[in-house]
C-alpha cells in the first residue's frame, strides 16, 4: 500500500478555558492523534508559559510547542528586565504576534489564561491566523463544535472556583463523547491570587452521555485476572 507522507492529516482535541470570580480554570482531553492513529493517549496540552501564566495548545502539537517555547523564553527575558511577572495581556499578545507573523507556516489555535494582580483573571483566545480575542470563556480545537450550544446554556457570570472546575470537565467530557479526535483524561489548571492547582481526572470518572457504554477491562486484564501462571516444572 503506498502513503503518501507528504498529505495533510487530521489533528483533534478538546481546549477550555473559564474565568470565574477569581481566577480562571483551564481544562483539556489528553488525545494526541494523527489521522485515525491516536499517537499519544495521555499527553498534557496545558502548558507552562510564566508561574502565572499558562497556554493550551491545539493543532499540530509541534507547531504549538515551538511557539510555546519561544513565549517561554521571551517572558523570561521580560521579567528580568521589568522585575516582576508578566501579564496575561502581554503573554497573549506576544502569542498573537509570533502567530501572526507566520500565520502561513503555522497550524494551530491556542488559549492563554492566567492571573496577574492587575487585571485578575483573564481568558484570550488566539486562533488559526494569529488574531486575539478576550473572553470570559473560550472553547478551541475539533471537540468545540458540540460546545458552543452547551456553553451559552451553562456558563454564567461570577462562578465560584468548584463550579468553573466542575463546568470545564463536564464540558470536555461531553466533547470526548461526541468527538472521536478528542479522548483519555482531562486535565485541568486552576490560577488564581493563591497559586496554581493542577487537578487529573481519569476516563473512567468522567460522566457518561447519552449512548455512551460503561468502561469494562481489556480482555487482557481480564484473561490475567482469571488465569494464574503454572509452576515452573523442574
Not at 468545540?144 to 468553573?164: H, R, V
Not at 481526572?201 to 482469571?226: F, K, V
Request: aromatic share 8%; with cysteine; net charge negative.
Amino acid at each position: 500500500m503506498d502513503i503518501d507522507l507528504s498529505a495533510p492529516h487530521s489533528m483533534g482535541t478538546t481546549i477550555i478555558g473559564v474565568t470565574y470570580n477569581g481566577g480562571v480554570v483551564l481544562g483539556a482531553d489528553s488525545r494526541t492523534s494523527t489521522g485515525m492513529y491516536v499517537a499519544n493517549r495521555a499527553s498534557d496540552k496545558i502548558t507552562q508559559l510564566t508561574d502565572n501564566v499558562y497556554i493550551c495548545r491545539s493543532g499540530s502539537a509541534a507547531d504549538s510547542q515551538v511557539i510555546s517555547d519561544y513565549v517561554r523564553y521571551f517572558l523570561h527575558q521580560h521579567t528580568i528586565q521589568l522585575g516582576q511577572p508578566a501579564t496575561v495581556k502581554v503573554a497573549a499578545n506576544l502569542v498573537r504576534l509570533l502567530s501572526y507573523q507566520n500565520k502561513n507556516m503555522l497550524q494551530m489555535g491556542v488559549i492563554v489564561g492566567g492571573w496577574d494582580k492587575y487585571e485578575g483573571g483573564k481568558i484570550y483566545s488566539v486562533p488559526l491566523g494569529g488574531t486575539i480575542l478576550k473572553q470570559p470563556f473560550a472553547i478551541g480545537g475539533s471537540g468545540s463544535t458540540y460546545l458552543y450550544g452547551f456553553f451559552d446554556q451553562a456558563w454564567k457570570e461570577g462562578m465560584s472556583k468548584d463550579e468553573a472546575e466542575k463546568l470545564v470537565v463536564k464540558a470536555v467530557s461531553l466533547a470526548i463523547a461526541r468527538d472521536g479526535a478528542s479522548g483519555g483524561v482531562v486535565r485541568t489548571v486552576t490560577i488564581n491570587a493563591d497559586g496554581v492547582t493542577k487537578n487529573f481526572y481519569t476516563g473512567d470518572s468522567l460522566p457518561l452521555w447519552h449512548e455512551e457504554l460503561e468502561p469494562h477491562n481489556s480482555l487482557l486484564d481480564i484473561l490475567l485476572a482469571s488465569s494464574s501462571p503454572e509452576p515452573m516444572s523442574t
